[in-house]
């Protein structure tokens, strides 16, 4: 089945929905335009069932390789036109011939996300051990094996046109007394200092950070305090990236956007959605309204300093999918994405601005309020369509049966690198 | 300025978002008519200024009497047709004149919903103090005295046409050691027998349960598996009242509450948003979604007990205003209730039930957001318009100017009773 | 070496501390006894090394099958003549041969406490997958799968001589919608009833609750409320089972433990500590007061209704070892339950309840403090010293290098069932 | 009755206790002087009973004006020798005559720590009202009202000897989009900086943080990371405050203290317990384990850097006091205070570096551990008495019938300044 013979059957209900919508604001087009430039990259480890301690449940026909993996988010992008990127991970996709790799993702329309290194795992025939942390280690061997594996990703990352790494590092610690804080602190800001220097000019770093686990006492790089210390101590490459499941109970993530934005560290985000922990769900699932004022901060707060929405922050989904089909989520995040980014372009800003100045409260709550309720479906579907995607990515999906295809083609029992 | 007046400049834009949405779906009567029959109750204490433990920043205008609060409550249901009700609380409305009061609710359409005895603080004059409990202190006398204060406030609903009673216990502990937890309970247990004897056959008694504050260390009816405890050995009359801020980081409140319907023991609700504790604030100013979901349950649930959705359960606002006009705080409160309900009533309950058959995660949360994205707004306005409400409630207060006017005819610095 | 050969050159040293405290309280020689009296049971699956779901740093001699499991717990016990019972998990650990087990059990002094049945994960080869839940599963095949399974797993424990059951179930969802609650707690409960008839006259059934983990939107036995309303429904036979790490943030959970066994529906323990979630660390590693808090409870609650401290509620460790020698881990745990222990047997309980009776808050918290500031390591001990165990059970594990030992006869890449 | 006198009925428990302790370490001595030499200051609100929203209960005898709050530390101070300062709240305690206050002062040996403004609440006849904050506030006007206050709390401060300025900000909001989060920031920057400049050379200013409370969407001061971000662009001589209840659940604040102390940006601490959010109990009454946590590491931090304990930073209880006599409770407080500093200083840190260089997580463990469950009473006894202190201050206070004293003297109704 085409995409634009499913799209007719969906074409009269849309055009009634657009024509309302559209009719309602003056800036249909503008926002239509930003709609079509911002792209998601989607995870290369996202592809296949993800699972907790206790267990996995895999699904079937997932990628087998970084070339699957790259037809899958080729799909992806074929029916949304919003997830034109990928983000890959190493050693799980270290590219065999990275031209042909290149080659077949601009086939897709995909260019290269951030670089994730990974020193939170031991791998096959990996000469030191990661069991007490990577950067942080009181062995300055072990130190320096996760230089060393951070300097690989970035040559990975030029060979493939990528211009950005990404540290997430779960060094910490699991009980008290079993870390010296500062060393570990110290340490983990000399190794960061080693591979700045290994960053090529164009590049970017980013210091990612969450609050706990795997380890269960404390983190080294444990909140966004924390990352934006490292981050300053580093140099103008090196930013802050927000993970919106890595914080403790309760936290005030935009709050948090805000003042790094204004700090000018905000390097991106990695988005999913939670209930309790770093729960990995759905974007948008759980709390859209967070996810809301998280994107009215970052529309407000990328204008004030003049960045284009679009490049000046990198923009990834960093889910896990445990009982859905990984392609069907991944539709339902960046469409959950897509719909609060308009909806953060229409908050009204000279009525919001003109609410705070005078503490009209009740007005700015309904302000924001007022773009919330919007119902902006129509809106991101007209993009997507205008761009040649799918009225209905996850509707396609289904008809098309996709997934009964990939099973066919790739077997049942694979399993996609990744968590 | 007449509401009908006001009406008429927001009419064509109303006409034209009602026309839109009500061509989308064939049950647009059916949930008018359910919307038009909801009302949500006004607390007596929520008319004035709130505050914290660190100060007060009052308003003006604020009702200086139970007359004034009725005359309050009066105004924002001619506004909004769905406030009909009002919730007192004994003894900072003990009515001198119940007959009067009654007649003067009845004008203005409103009736006595819960009413709510105070336990918590030492009124002036008192005999005994509550500074370590009531109902679980460990001196007799205490305990009939705050029995007996119950007592009273079930003969002032009787005389006023109520027919339930809320009790919330602020009694715990704040260090360990302080309480004997099993005989607190007991001690508890006892003195809700006693009360429970006093109430008329066709009243019920509303357990409310609260995680912290003012105790905190414990609380004596602590969550809903303790409200639950009590509510089940005290009889067929006694149910648990879920208010939303009153529960631990992170709970699952809408699972709660379908529990309590499956158990037949949910009693009603105090509506308020939070992000912290009990922070008291506008109900869908933090998670709209959250409610949405509590919704969810409710509707399915009382539809799956053959339930009266406007007459079965109670519903009342507790929130506290700090930084807003009260009355504004609770037009959008209730007007935030409202759209959530019609929300829930547009939740496709075949399609999730036949999803949820097919362990089909990802059809499921489609239905449930497809009903959170569609903007219900004109629903709710429509159905204040047929009732002769406001199109816009809020709007009409501020374009009529009535706080101004109620300042100048209450004065500046009147002080309404409660928190 | 000897125990008794470690133990001398330790002999001075306790000799002073413990006449010192012993002098300091007249009830020395009955705190012996009950020390001596209470046993601590392992869980079978926590001998070997722990992982999370981002990785797995094994160490080395894991026991390769139950044989050695059973030999590593009779190392403990005869290290603390304190961890006299195993807890064995179904199918990780299906004795080949349990009159065979029995009788190596018994040379070591090690007998059966609660088995544990396992829903939560798909064994290779089993017919349906529990990806969906187990006894609240849509489906009545799964179900009644679960429900086999559980039955066999009685079955197990009656040929070992053990006398109860732990069911835990992961089971609940991840996204709203998935789940209709009340079903998942009818299906949840009728597969219970299926259980609970197969149980022994003289078994106890332990209906364990958890908030969340692995799933991340609702559990389908999530808090003690829940729990014990299965508990009650099933009968005399059911209890609940606490286990410290599966809580809300904040939760009060020595209150939750004194109202169970004010209810009677108390039935046993998992003890861990944790900072975050379920991070099953060290007993005591990170909140050593609250642990005391609640062996104050149990204390007192047991007392009052004439319980035996060490048979009438199932003890039992149930911790994850990530980054310590899970024997050491073990040995850790089981001597922080014992000092919590021997300081609650020393609370002043006259002095306790006086200062309740007069709501003498601060001589309350003092009655506490004193029990918890008194260093009692010298009594558990002596106890260890005359059952004929070791005066520092960790000091001769060292001395003694057991591990080394262990992995020279398992060899370093051994991997034991568990998690 | 003399403290002497009570002393000599305590002496031989006491010895008895001291003997054992001072034979197992050769610290002795060292740690005496250590603890003699330190002292937590009292703010002058905690001399009175607090309260919740809810409601306050209070006790009597509380003082009637900064010469009676003076004397009541005066007579805490006689009692443990540890409560040598005062740290004063303006304008709730507005010295009439600096110079008597000062000589009073010094007659009970009491010293003036930071000084605290409140920008936090309106005072009778205040110009303009701080509801919507303060140094964040839209109005310059407001801004520098509140500039005004803290340059002259300085002055105040300078008078009587203090030589720092402790700057809570309860600014923040409550709703989101009431607030520009931005600018927020920088008009309290620019407050801050005005204040910065108007400090002595040989001052200090403390930019207190504090996650919620009184407001409830969002802080300005909302983090260490906030307040680190405040002090660094501020200078030399600002510094972070750390208050123990002003944390999101779960929040490693032992790790914060350490990080704080490696950049030299460590100002001081506000000491209390929590359970849940900002409760202001009794330090060391729910978490004493933390609390030593902190405690080791300020101990090994200082250490590190060279600082003198008693004097580098700034040690003050903030507690409130709901249901105790609040002199016994700061008594308890202080208590907990000098016995959780003993325990730190009883760390072996050369046995805990090496753990961690091995990467030895249980010995580690077994290092705090054993200091925590040292019995270090009598050391803390020991060092009251030597400085002609009580042996038990809280059973000095109620033989002697101090608080009937007070009432008789003050009365039953008097109310202390204060929260």
Redesign the interface.
């Known amino acids: 089945m085409e995409i634009a013979q499913h799209n007719e059957s969906l074409l009269a209900a849309h055009q ?2 657009f024509n ?1 919508i559209a ?2 604001t003056d800036q249909t087009e503008a926002i239509l335009n930003k709609l079509a430039a911002f792209q998601v990259a989607i995870p290369s480890w996202a592809l296949g069932t ?6 996995r ?1 895999p699904a079937g026909g997932e990628p087998r390789n970084l070339e699957e993996k790259i037809e899958d988010i080729g799909l992806l992008h074929k029916l949304n036109q919003s997830s034109g990127a990928i983000s890959l991970h190493i050693p799980w996709d270290i590219p065999s011939n990275p031209a042909n790799i290149r080659a077949l993702a601009a086939e897709h329309g995909i260019r290269f996300d951030a670089m994730n290194s990974n020193t ?3 791998q096959p025939g990996q000469a030191l ?4 942390g990577s950067l942080q280690h ?1 062995n300055k061997a072990i130190r320096q094996q996760a230089i060393d594996h951070n300097i690989e990703v970035i040559k990975h990352g030029i060979e493939l046109g990528s211009d950005s790494l990404t540290v997430w590092l ?1 060094d910490g ?11 570990a ?2 340490h983990t800001l000399e190794g960061l200092q080693e591979i700045y220097k290994a960053l090529p000019d164009n590049w970017k770093v980013f210091v990612e950070y969450k ?4 380890n ?3 983190t080294t790089v ?5 990352s ?2 490292y981050a300053g101590k580093l140099g103008p490459k090196a930013y802050t990236l927000v993970d919106l499941g890595h914080h ?5 993530i ?2 948090i956007v ?2 790094l ?3 000018g560290k905000l390097g991106g985000f990695h988005f999913n959605d ?4 770093d ?4 974007v ?7 996810l809301f ?1 998280i994107f ?2 970052l529309v ?2 990328m204008d ?1 300093r003049g960045m284009n929405h679009a490049k000046d922050l990198g923009w990834m989904i960093d889910a896990s999918h ?4 990984p392609l ?2 991944l539709l ?1 995040s960046v469409e959950a994405i897509m ?1 609060t980014y308009a909806q953060a372009l229409l908050v009204d800003r000279k009525k ?2 003109a ?3 005078n ?1 009209d ?2 007005t ?6 007022q773009a ?4 902006v ?1 129509a809106l991101v579907a007209e993009a997507r369509l205008r761009a040649g995607g799918s009225l209905n990515p ?1 509707g396609y999906f289904r008809a098309a049966k996709v997934r009964a295809q990939l099973i066919k083609k790739r077997g049942l029992k694979t399993v996609a690198t990744g ?1």
Request: proline share 4%.
């Open positions: 009634r929905a309302y009719g309602e993800g699972g907790t301690r206790f267990g449940f939170f795992q031991d051990s990661y069991k007490f009181v779960s610690s699991c009980f008290p007394g079993q870390l010296n804080f500062r060393q602190f110290q609050a706990f686990e795997p269960f006492y404390s444990g909140d966004w305090g924390q934006l210390l403790l109970p309760n936290a005030n935009e709050q805000a003042l934005l204004m700090e939670s209930k309790y922990g729960d990995d769900l759905t948008g699932s759980i709390k859209p309204y967070q004022l009215n901060e407000e707060g004030a445990n009982v859905k089909d069907e989520d339902q719909l919001l601005a609410a705070q100045l503490n409260v009740v700015a709550q309904e302000v924001l309020q919330f309720r919007t119902d479906r996850l968590l």
